[in-house]
């Protein structure tokens, strides 16, 4: 869901957390509850989207299509319903919920002035889409908006997309045993709580997120404080990939 009018600020930051396809489970509300209880409340508004029951199709390439033609435009006209004044949008979106943040994304950044951070989390792109579409914004904007994109090597090759206008970050050698394609969304979890919460039997697996000096996942968020944001304006979003190692 997304914050109502009574509870939106005068130029408040915004964090929208989304699943993808056919997922049951409503980590999105967890993770932005999370964030939550990390943030100054005064200055940070934190949901998530639910759109679940578009996204129950028999095929995932159906659901990344209502999430970019339907749900994500109606997500960010939402927000730019409620006000055009924020200052700050971060948008998080999983599988073929990719589709529906970056579509968000182009409608908040054409009706507002507002910095745009998107993280994709194992971005699914159906077979003769154009990846580039994802995070084009990063290129047109570098100033304002950064993409950063944490994906996982799977068998099937379904979700190991580098994307051309993110900051691609490979997190599959630091799996401690989920299902690759979901483990993005509880990893990014985990970098918020500092442990992973989501699956019991993993709570004492180390939460890696270090790679040469540089820690990723929410430490890149504006709501990790002012400097980590600015930072993370520097690091190029051109398709190039860092990977994320097991400690020794």
Request: aromatic share 10%; net charge positive; charged share 25%.
């Amino acid at each position: 869901m997304v914050p109502t009018p009574e509870l939106a600020c005068r130029e408040p930051n915004l964090v929208i957390v989304t699943h993808g396809w056919y997922e049951q489970e409503p980590w999105p509300g967890w993770t932005a509850m999370a964030m939550a209880r990390k943030v100054d409340t005064r200055l940070w508004r934190c949901g998530w989207w639910d759109w679940r029951g578009q996204a129950k199709r028999l095929r995932p390439a159906k659901a990344a299509t209502i999430g970019r033609d339907e749900m994500g435009p109606l997500l960010g006209r939402r927000i730019v319903q409620l006000s055009k004044d924020w200052k700050h949008i971060h948008l998080v979106g999983h599988s073929a919920g990719s589709w529906v943040v970056n579509a968000a994304a182009e409608i908040i950044a054409a009706k507002t002035e507002a910095d745009i951070h998107i993280t994709f989390l194992d971005a699914y792109v159906p077979d003769g889409w154009d990846e580039s579409v994802l995070g084009r914004l990063a290129h047109r904007h570098p100033e304002h908006h950064w993409v950063e994109h944490y994906f996982t090597r799977d068998l099937l090759n379904l979700t190991e997309n580098k994307l051309s206008h993110a900051h691609n970050v490979d997190i599959t050698a630091i799996n401690p045993g989920f299902k690759g394609h979901k483990f993005p969304w509880h990893w990014y979890h985990a970098t918020v709580t500092g442990r992973y919460t989501t699956r019991p039997r993993f709570a004492d697996s180390p939460v890696i997120d270090r790679s040469e000096m540089r820690t990723y996942g929410f430490a890149r968020a504006l709501e990790s404080g002012v400097p980590a944001w600015k930072n993370s304006l520097t690091l190029p979003a051109d398709g190039a990939v860092i990977r994320i190692e097991s400690q020794p």
